[in-house]
């Protein structure tokens, strides 16, 4: 009930394509979505994130696409550069009873750009 | 640069040995979060906490404890180290009241941590 399920596990894309990496929730209580990027070495670092209410949210080349109906949410990545080479995470917040928000972890894909 | 500082950035250490590792919060933030991530996994929520308190507790084993202080630095305890808790090491610092805003988590760089 309370997982993020994302696919792909990982993705290779060409220079200039389009990288997409979804992800699925089953808990209508989530209520806010962020993605977050991180490079090898590092800690991961809030991309981009969406509320429910929003169907798409877009940052430059990153857009957040949000299906509520379907419980799903998508990030793609427009003329994907070998910068973008990274592992990203979506993730989903949860209000628990009592008002704590817990922030539930997709398990990450890793992708890479070829130049 | 997310705000949030964590030292050592690496530690080497033997099979048995107790070792502390510290992070320092975004200045306001009141919660202090800890995850490990090894290479053939994704990140592990450890346990947080909120303002000094335990907060929420993930797959943390009895090996591990974690504090607060009042000063919002927190130190994770790693104790009779083993071979598999060879990994990254992070802290993540969100800001107010559980319940306010959306929680949005700022990373740490990291320790890494390696057990010989």
């Known amino acids: 009930q309370q997982q993020v399920k994302q696919s792909p596990q990982s993705l290779i894309v060409q220079k200039g394509g389009i990288s997409i990496i979804n992800c699925a929730y089953e808990n209508t209580a989530f209520d806010y979505f962020p993605w977050y990027q991180q490079f090898p070495g590092k800690g991961p670092a809030l991309l981009i994130a969406?509320?429910?209410d929003v169907s798409e949210k877009k940052e430059g080349r990153f857009t957040i696409s949000f299906n509520k109906s379907a419980k799903q949410f998508s990030l793609h990545i427009m003329d994907s550069q070998p910068g973008d080479s990274a592992t990203y995470f979506c993730a989903a917040i949860l209000r628990n009873a009592g008002n704590n928000r817990k922030l539930i972890w997709g398990l990450g894909t890793s992708l890479a750009v070829n130049p | 640069d997310s705000g949030v500082t964590q030292t050592p950035k690496h530690l080497i250490t033997a099979t048995g040995q107790r070792v502390t590792l510290r992070c320092s919060p975004r200045s306001g933030d009141l919660s202090v979060y800890w995850y490990q991530q090894s290479l053939d996994q994704g990140l592990q929520f450890l346990i947080q906490?909120?303002?000094?308190?335990?907060?929420a507790k993930g797959n943390i084993l009895e090996r591990f404890s974690a504090q607060q202080f009042p000063d919002l630095h927190s130190e994770l305890n790693l104790s009779s180290l083993e071979l598999g808790d060879s990994a990254l090491y992070f802290c993540?610092?969100?800001?107010?009241?559980?319940?306010?805003?959306?929680?949005?988590?700022?990373f740490g760089p990291g320790t890494r941590l390696t057990v010989l």
């Open positions: 906490y909120y303002n000094g308190e335990e907060r």
């Open positions: 993540a610092s969100s800001g107010g009241f559980p319940g306010q805003g959306h929680n949005e988590q700022f």
């Open positions: 969406i509320r429910p």
